[in-house]
């Protein structure tokens, strides 16, 4: 079976991404890791993350380093190299995904 990364690049979302989350919680396809990159929130992001971090292990969050650009870009760039799926999804942190998303994409695959 595939293993999906879906990674998010996040920057003072709170107001958003726990309905992001929630989507991906909710996939019938259930072979992925959930990679949320924050490029130096302020808000409390990073609390709403630990929430799910702490109820399922296939969700992580990491802080851009330091020596990173900063940027959308550089997050997604990032959380590539720590993903460890087949394939790889990107989401925006106020996306959400029909709860088939992943299940239809690796029947396309």
Known sequence: ?????????TYNS???IAD????????TYQ???????????TDNTATL????ILNDNRFQYHKRPEDRLKGANACR???TEL??????VFL??????????????IKKF
């Open 31 to 41: 072979n992925w890791e959930c990679i949320v990159v924050d490029d130096g929130s």
């Open 20 to 27: 992001a989350l929630k989507s991906v919680c909710a996939q």
């Open 1 to 9: 079976m595939c293993k999906l990364s879906i990674i998010i690049a």
């Open 77 to 79: 760039n990032f959380g």
């Open 83 to 88: 993903s460890k799926g087949d394939y790889i």
């Open 92 to 105: 925006d942190s106020d996306d959400l995904l029909a709860n088939q998303c992943l299940e239809n994409r």
């Open 14 to 16: 709170a107001k958003t």
């Open 49 to 52: 993350i630990a929430r799910y």
